[in-house]
């Protein structure tokens, strides 16, 4: 069983800059990919940036340039540095594992962000 936590969302002005943490306890981290998703209002869930366990990474094209998906295995954390923030980018951000060799797949209870002048 894997439990995630986010941290770090909140209120930021367009241009500004946020970064997102996701705790990890349970599992093997360094075995997992690791996400973040976004969810806006009246939206569906949809992938932000994937990172694997030999720290192969993906993103979506909204996010490329702006945001950085990193991972450091000693503490369990996965991060999301958001820079350039847009309105658009307003969402509940979740973190996202899944155990590459099963499969499984575990969220966060997610972290809002709002981009707002």
């Known amino acids: 069983q894997v439990q995630l936590v986010e941290s770090g969302g909140g209120s930021v002005q367009p241009g500004g800059s946020l970064r997102l943490s996701c705790a990890a306890s349970g599992g093997i981290f360094s075995m997992n990919t690791m996400s973040w998703y976004r969810q806006a209002p009246g939206k569906e869930r949809e992938l932000v940036a994937s990172?694997?366990?030999?720290?192969?990474?993906t993103y979506a094209d909204s996010a490329k340039g702006r945001f950085t998906i990193s991972r450091e295995n000693a503490k369990k954390i996965v991060y999301l540095q958001m820079n350039s923030l847009k309105p658009e980018d307003t969402a509940v951000y979740y973190c996202?594992?899944?155990?590459?060799?099963?499969?499984?797949?575990?969220w966060g209870q997610g972290t809002q962000v709002t981009v707002s002048s």
């Open positions: 990172i694997t366990s030999d720290a192969g990474t």
């Open positions: 996202k594992a899944v155990v590459e060799f099963s499969r499984v797949a575990y």
